[in-house]
T-cell receptor, first 113, second 109 residues
């Protein structure tokens, strides 16, 4: 089973809202990732968690706040977003954060009004 | 990541083999070549990866030249569901996949 699940599939929020994206995997992977993909562009890495600790932040604005409550779950908390943050947010996992194959979820389509 | 170059688009007839090329002339000796694809509005899907030898799995075959400066992904019998953007990546970092623009493969009936 190489499934990564993400909820919700779609999210519409206002600039003053607080919302969260959720990602889950049950493959025993110890590395989890958030990517952002704008329309007609390739995915770009945002964060990497390794063994439930944040190991990489690719200079992401603080209005995006990741959290890894346990080895199976990854959240992305959103607050005071801008319309330009509208994108497909992708979660991925890999056995370890050492050039292992990454497996992606279906993504959450976020629209900020 | 090692720089990769792919054609922006390719067409293939349904049932025929699709051969997608990738140049990675700056690849170093211990860097793998990974292929992912992304069907419209879905998450990227891992296809295959290799280092030096040719590789085959249930989805595709990967042919890597002896000098490792280029590779070809082969979908032996393309179907309409194989229409997607195909990304060739040679990650240099331990954790980061840097996606380029990829190749939009369109499989035609």
């Amino acid at each position: 089973d190489t499934e990564v699940t993400q909820t919700p599939k779609h999210l519409v929020m206002g600039m003053t809202n607080k919302k969260s994206l959720k990602c889950e995997q049950h493959m025993g992977h110890r590395a989890m990732y958030w990517y952002k993909q704008k329309a007609k562009k390739p995915p770009e890495l945002m964060f990497v968690y390794s063994y439930e600790k944040l190991s990489i932040n690719e200079s992401v604005p603080s209005r995006f706040s990741p959290e890894c409550p346990n080895s199976s779950l990854l959240n992305l908390h959103l607050h005071a977003l801008q319309p330009e943050d509208s994108a497909l947010y992708l979660c991925a996992s890999s056995p370890r954060a050492v050039r292992d194959t990454q497996y992606f979820g279906p993504g959450t389509r976020l629209t900020v009004l | 990541d090692a720089k990769t170059t792919q054609p922006p688009s390719m067409d293939c007839a349904e049932g025929r083999a699709a051969n997608l090329p990738c140049n990675h002339s700056t690849i170093s000796g211990n860097e793998y070549v990974y292929w992912y694809r992304q069907i419209h509005s879905q998450g990227p899907q891992y296809i295959i990866h290799g280092l030096k030898n040719n590789e085959t799995n249930e989805m595709a075959s990967l042919i890597i030249t002896e000098d490792r400066k280029s590779s070809t992904l082969i979908l032996p019998h393309a179907t309409l569901r194989d229409t997607a953007v195909y990304y060739c990546i040679a990650p240099r970092s331990n954790y980061k996949l840097t996606f380029g623009k990829g190749t939009l493969l369109t499989v035609n009936p």
